[in-house]
Nanobody
Framework: QVQLVESGGGLVQAGGSLRLSCAASGSGFGINAMGWYRQAPGKQRELVADITWGGIPNLADSVKGRFTISRDIAKNTLYLQMNRLKPEDTAVYFC??????????????WGQGTQVTVSS
């Protein structure tokens, strides 16, 4: 069974930085792409950034120039470096993975979420 384990959330002042990590563990899987989504209270979940396992990144306009997404293929781990954080970045951040199994059929997996709070 594959699982995603997130870490790195917390409380930071505006202008500060945090780094989120998401490690995929288990057996019998491969990764097509991984990404970060976030959900603020009363709002819909939105894409923050994703990256193909081949290394092509995609970032939401609201975080371009401030956030960087990267991955470590050997560790099956996704990272989100968040700089110049703003109060509006406050949300629960969820890791998402598009995986495939031995049958090569793709499936979605979500992490449990990690809270990021940016104080003004």
């Amino acid at each position: 069974q594959v699982q995603l384990v997130e870490s790195g959330g917390g409380l930071v002042q505006a202008g500060g930085s945090l780094r989120l990590s998401c490690a995929a563990s288990g057996s019998g899987f491969g990764i097509n792409a991984m990404g970060w989504y976030r959900q603020a209270p009363g709002k819909q979940r939105e894409l923050v950034a994703d990256i193909t396992w081949g290394g092509i990144p995609n970032l939401a306009d609201s975080v371009k120039g401030r956030f960087t997404i990267s991955r470590d293929i050997a560790k099956n781990t996704l990272y989100l470096q968040m700089n110049r954080l703003k109060p509006e970045d406050t949300a629960v951040y969820f890791c998402n993975a598009l995986l495939f199994g031995s049958s090569l059929k793709s499936y979605d997996l979500w992490g449990q979420g990690t809270q990021v709070t940016v104080s003004s």
